[in-house]
Nanobody
Framework: QVQLVESGGDLVSPGGSLTLSCTAS????????VGWFRRAPGKEREGVSY????????YYRDSVKERFTIFRDNAKNRVYLQMNSLKPEDTAVYYC??????????????????WGQGTQVTVSS
């Protein structure tokens, strides 16, 4: 069964850290590009971070640069999103998605093959 499962979401105070996991089953995640997306209450879904399946090139949206890090653990068939210095505006449901083919635009949601169910991140004091 092909599946992506996110985990690691939690309630955290401003300035805190979380590491989200995206675990694949039924396929080998290292051969897929992976994007992290989020949807905040009342807002559109937005791309947060991306890691290529070709050269492991990484991309971050401006608002999370220097705070978030995306990386792979191929032995565990996972991609992680380490999030530091969290802010209330980072509150959202976070989703990971996997794409086998090259993407014209890395955050074109319709081009991703598999999606997880999401994990809630709440940043609040």
């Amino acid at each position: 069964q092909v599946q992506l499962v996110e985990s690691g979401g939690d309630l955290v105070s401003p300035g805190g850290s979380l590491t989200l996991s995206c675990t694949a089953s039924g396929f080998t995640l290292q051969y897929y590009a992976v994007g992290w997306f989020r949807r905040a209450p009342g807002k559109e879904r937005e791309g947060v971070s991306y890691i290529s399946n070709r050269d492991n090139g990484k991309y971050y949206r401006d608002s999370v640069k220097e705070r978030f890090t995306i990386f792979r653990d191929n032995a565990k068939n996972r991609v992680y999103l380490q999030m530091n210095s969290l802010k209330p505006e980072d509150t959202a449901v976070y989703y990971c998605a996997a794409a086998k083919e090259a993407l014209g635009y890395i955050f074109a949601a319709e081009d991703y093959d598999y999606w997880g169910q999401g994990t809630q991140v709440t940043v609040s004091s």
